[in-house]
């Protein structure tokens, strides 16, 4: 099992920043890929951004890209996410993902997540 605790969120105003954090404990060998999602009210989960285990392989939301970064450091077993030019549109609750399975095109980095965290919300005024 791998146990994930994201941070960071709060309420910011449109073109503001943020870093999420998402540390992980307990099993860490199976957080091989690990991703971010968001869920706005009234909405399901989408993706926003993936990551490999050695940070060489990315992938963002076409929503996101440009504006957002992902990074890891596996040292302290904890992943980021940079927010620039924050819109109203961003806010939702972001969710920090993990999987065991490597950077492979199928299943893709989308997708087949094991392990979740609890949120943190993120909120943009305009």
């Known amino acids: 099992q791998v146990q994930l605790v994201e941070s960071g969120g709060g309420l910011v105003q449109a073109g503001d920043s943020l870093r999420l954090s998402c540390a992980a404990s307990g099993r860490t060998s199976s957080s091989n890929t690990m991703a971010w999602f968001r869920q706005a009210p009234g909405t399901g989960r989408e993706f926003v951004a993936a990551?490999?285990?050695?940070?060489?392989?990315?992938d963002y939301a076409d929503s996101v890209k440009g504006r957002f970064t992902i990074s890891r450091d596996n040292a302290k077993n904890t992943v980021y996410l940079q927010m620039n030019s924050l819109a109203p549109e961003d806010t939702g609750v972001y969710y920090c993902a993990a999987r065991p399975l490597g950077w492979y095109p199928i299943p893709g980095p989308r997708t087949g997540y094991d392990f979740w965290g609890q949120g943190t919300q993120v909120t943009v005024s305009s």
């Open positions: 990551i490999s285990r050695s940070g060489g392989s990315t």
